[in-house]
């Protein structure tokens, strides 16, 4: 008969030690593990369980494997916060009769009752193993103990291995959509990059607003809505920010005219060719403009020097680059007849 093996959970232990969990090891039968409610913990968003990693595991098993102990606490019955794709996999074990109906098996049992620190262990328990955790999972996990369970960002970033500043800068980005929402604009379909730029304005202004609305009705790139936001920042007034809100509204406007008209004609008449070259040339050259016009925080370059171009084989490279397109260019504009 089958006799599976298990080994210690290093990184487990360690978030033991470090969240102040105390914790023994247990050999306890599968019948005292509630699956059904284990189910419900928060390891992973969406669906608890991977059917895939469930025949894996269940595969490596039959071959032999040695896999970590799974994580419980009592709660009558014991439940998982750890360890629901491998007590599955022996559960599908016991169910081919590749091993007794009722196996024995080790698991780390957790001595504490705090949801704080249950909910800790749940959504970090895929961080470095098994099926593990994208980034932005586990990002989201990190943000959701932070925003419902008051967990530092510091702590939240170490226990699910992401960054302090990503953690930071996602829950802004969610506020952010949150005060639009609330004022009819809706950014769901907008990139957090972009919404986190429009997050950096005056969120009691007006303009903060107006922009909100024009990365939501034009979806521009991250790079152009952090060009605007520098662009707006350089006005020294409420009139001129207004004024420069207009402008870059029309710049939109353009960019819409000039692309959507394009699709529209697409989508009405199927044999109407493409212009991909055009469209290549016109948005490359207004990305090169737009980045030597209002690259500087909002304004425009002077000297390759404030382009960190300082190195000699760097300036030759530029001059070079500028040559080649200027030749071309004038080649081009010629024949443009």
Sequence with gaps: MLKLQWTDDVYAEKDFRDLGIAFTLKTIRLSKIDLKESGYNSARLGDPLRPDLVKTYAQGMRNGDAFPRPVAYRKGNYILTSGNQRCHAVATLVADGDIEKDPLIEVYDLDTADPLLLEAIGRSANVRHGGAATWEERKAHACYMVVEHGMTTKDAAKLFVVSDTAIKQHISTEKTRKQLA????????????VVHAVSKLDQDSSIFLKMGH???????????????????????SED???REVKKIEKELGNIAKTYGNAKKVRLASPRVPL???????ISQLTRLADFLDFGKGGEGFAKLSELQVTAVADSKMTADLWERIELRMTLIMKGRK
């Design 240 to 242: 001129a920010r207004l």
């Design 275 to 281: 212009r991909p070259r055009r469209d290549k040339l």
């Design 182 to 193: 609330e004022n009819g604009i809706n950014t769901l379909a907008v990139p957090s990059s």
């Design 214 to 236: 024009l990365v939501a009705h034009h979806a521009p790139t991250c790079a152009q809505t952090q060009q605007f936001v520098n662009r707006i920042a350089k006005q020294r």
